[in-house]
């Protein structure tokens, strides 16, 4: 089966750096998507992982181990407009998903002054 | 540029009605998704159309959720007849080929059911 799971809710504080962490089960990975989503807004797309490693893009990073099965995204330099969801996704084009795109429940971030 | 655009950004109605909920992709975007978004379930797919032929409906809860999408530029999802819990946001979001790229998703349509 799949499953994605994302810390609920987590607090940090303005100018900080956050680390939020994905953990995924799959059989048939072909790449993790994070994005962020403001209260009553639409999710926007962050970044694009498909390759172990690091990929960086401004104050935001995401990170990939596909043999742990395990992501975060690093988010520097906090600022108040930080303060949103930010939701995992992982394409599986094996089992009942046949490649389309698996949601996490959303990691709810506060940013604090 | 303009974005994905649906319609309504809200509905209300009585439990039993039809509610048809509308989207118009990027122009340019051959995909075409559909999500219903709760507090419970989180953000699910309920269908995918690609060069506008419904590629996969396996999401669609049951028979009174119906999708179309006549043209490259319109869809519908509609709901007939209407229950409680059909409330939720309502997403469609759209990508320029197929699922491996980017979704760019619209506003949404919060749908309340009475």
């Known amino acids: 089966g799949q499953n994605i799971d994302q810390p609920t809710e987590m607090t940090a504080t303005e100018g900080a750096i956050v680390q939020i962490n994905c953990t995924y089960q799959t059989s048939g990975f072909n790449g993790l998507f994070w994005y962020q989503q403001h209260a009553g807004e639409a999710p926007t797309f962050l970044s694009y992982?498909?390759?172990?490693g690091l990929e960086e893009k401004g104050r935001f990073s995401s990170f990939l181990s596909r043999s742990k099965g395990y992501s975060y995204l690093l988010l520097k330099e906090l600022q108040m407009k930080d303060s949103a969801s930010y939701l995992c996704a992982v394409r599986d084009l094996d089992g009942g998903s046949q490649g389309n795109l698996i949601f996490g429940k959303g990691t709810k971030l506060s940013v604090k002054p | 540029d303009a974005g994905v655009i649906q319609s309504p950004r809200h509905e209300v109605t009585e439990m039993g009605q039809e509610v048809t909920l509308r989207c118009k992709p990027i122009s340019g975007h051959n995909s075409l998704f559909w999500y219903r978004q709760t507090m419970m379930r989180g953000l699910e797919l309920l269908i995918y159309?690609?060069?506008?032929?419904?590629?996969?409906d396996s999401g669609m809860p049951e028979d009174r959720f119906s999708a179309k999408m006549p043209n490259a530029s319109f869809s519908t999802l509609k709901i007939q007849p209407s229950e409680p819990r059909d409330s939720a946001v309502y997403f469609c979001?759209?990508?320029?080929?197929?699922?491996?790229?980017?979704?760019?998703f619209g506003d949404g349509t919060r749908l309340s059911i009475l």
């Open positions: 992982n498909v390759l172990d």
């Open positions: 979001a759209s990508s320029e080929d197929g699922r491996s790229l980017p979704q760019h």
């Open positions: 159309f690609n060069n506008n032929v419904p590629i996969d």
